[in-house]
Structures are given as C-alpha cells and as structure tokens.
C-alpha cells in the first residue's frame, strides 16, 4: 500500500478520531496525541488495513481504547482541561451568550453521564455513525445501544430542562 493510497483510506476520518479523542481527553493536545498515535498505528500496520472491512470504525474503536489507556495511566493526572466556547457573530451579543452557556451545559451534562452512554452520544450525535456501526465499534448489539442512547438523551434533556426553568445546577 503507498502513502497516496493510505491517505486516500485515512483522511476522511482523521477529524472524526480526533473529535472522539477530544470528546474522551478534553485537552486538545492530548486529542492530538491520541489521533497522531492511532494514525501511526495504522500506517504501521497498512499491510493488514485491506482486510478490514471498515477501517473508520477499527480506527474509532483503536481510538476509545487508547484514550481509555491513556486515561487509565499515569499520565492522566497530568491532562489540562481547555473548553472552547461556540462563537457566531452574526448574533447578538445575548443570544451569543446563551448559545455559548447552553452549549456548556449540554458538555457538562455529557461529561457526567456514565461512560457507554458517553461513547454512544458522541458517536451518534456528534460523529452521527448509524446504531450498527456504533454496535459494532462497542461490541454491544443494536437494542442495547439504542437504549442507552435514549437513556443518555432522556437525562441529557432533564438536567438541561431543570437549568433553564429553574437554575438547577
């Protein structure tokens, strides 16, 4: 396999592997560090790429699985957390700040729901796999993911109800 023929392979997931490692890490240069390792992984092990059957979802489940290590060592005492506001300006300034304050709460919320539904929001929500894909990354069947995905969205949309009507924290 050339370099061409590889890039042609990796490249149209690359941002997707570095949002899941962002959405896991939180700190953008560990997300960096996650997705150059993979990438590096994956070119190490080229010669065995066209025997999967889909890649994006091998290099998305590589990607879990590293972070989850990464998380697990050491070094995860040591991840700066950096949150990014969202930005439109094309909006007034109050609408600015209530998208920017809802978009935080919604990360907040994502980041306190159990680890699978986690996973799962991210993948279907963000990086919007279908339920199979995300099946299989997880190894979990399909009933099960929509579940947890339904369960995750429940919550998601309580706590977010709680804060606007009643400033629940």
Request: proline share 1%; glycine share 2%.
């Amino acid at each position: 396999m050339t370099q061409t023929e590889f890039l042609n392979i990796v490249m149209p997931f690359k941002d997707k592997v570095f949002r899941l490692a962002k959405r896991l890490l939180i700190s953008t240069e560990e997300a960096e560090d996650a997705t150059q390792e993979v990438l590096l992984k994956l070119w190490n092990n080229k010669k065995q790429i066209e025997g999967y059957k889909n890649v994006e979802a091998f290099s998305m489940t590589m990607t879990k699985n590293f972070c989850f290590d990464k998380l697990k060592s050491k070094q995860a005492q040591n991840l700066k957390i950096v949150h990014s506001n969202y930005e439109d300006g094309n909006t007034s300034l109050q609408k600015q700040v209530e998208v920017s304050d809802s978009v935080n709460w919604v990360s907040k919320i994502i980041e306190e729901l159990p680890e699978q539904q986690k996973l799962i929001v991210q993948l279907r929500d963000i990086e919007e796999y279908d339920l199979d894909e995300i099946a299989e990354m997880l190894e979990m069947n399909n009933t099960a993911v929509r579940v947890a995905l339904s369960r995750a969205r429940k919550t998601i949309r309580e706590k977010l109800t709680n804060t606007h009507n009643y400033g629940i924290k």
